[in-house]
């Protein structure tokens, strides 16, 4: 009869090593699956924030004869919509027409939490979406202009005007920054929150379309796309081919035909 192991006998070799190659298998089988979770809770949050911003849009709109905010420009006395709809979305930021002395909060966006998507890496953005500042001057006919002339990009609208409010951007996520430039120029010493808000909006095609260097949204910040805010304030997650479709980036408002 062969003899029988002992209870106290160790693993052979080649059983150990079965044992270590199934549960290197096991950990092969589990991490994507936890990966992809992680990812998801990371999209789910960074949709809860832009639905958040969307309904803050609102909120603004009715107290501002049905405007609501877009492209900021100093120049033009436009403060951005990251400045215009944080106090409809935090307590202790004040509206920035009171007068009072914490309407330009000049954290430089540290504290605007709800501003972020946690599936972009760590770098020195604290806004990390863009409004739609694209102005059209007829169906599929983007207006060149708006490069040159920070007057012609869309800043404040009337909600009534936008020919398709639950079809159009509003606002999507901010590219990626890998160089680090954008970020060194947007919060150089000094510059407040004002100044800062008013980089964060697209106006050209190739905002949207354009090569790796030119783009300034990330179309698959989420693998299958990005999360998009619309004009109506819901928000979901869209696909790289429809984000990039300028046709989801025009609100409907053109210049008279002369």
Known sequence: MPERRGAGAAFTLIELLVVIAVIALLIGLILPGLRMAREAGRQAKCLSNLRQVGISSNYYAEEKRDFIPREGYGNYGR??????????????????????PRDDYNDQFVDALYYRCPSRKPDLHNLHYVVNAVPFLAPGDPDERAGRDADIRRGPTERYRIMFPAKTFYLCEFADDPSGNRGRSYYRPGA????????????????????????????????????VAFMDGHASLVAREVLQDLNNWDDGIYPPRP
Do not use: F, M, Q
């Open 192 to 227: 407040t929150n004002v100044d800062i808000a008013a980089w964060y909006d697209v106006w050209d095609e190739n905002d949207v379309i354009g090569g790796e260097n030119l783009l300034r949204i990330s179309p698959k910040r989420h693998t299958r796309g990005a999360d």
């Open 79 to 100: 403060a951005g919509w990251a400045i215009d709809l944080r106090p409809y979305i935090d307590d202790k930021i004040a509206a920035n027409d009171t007068g009072d």
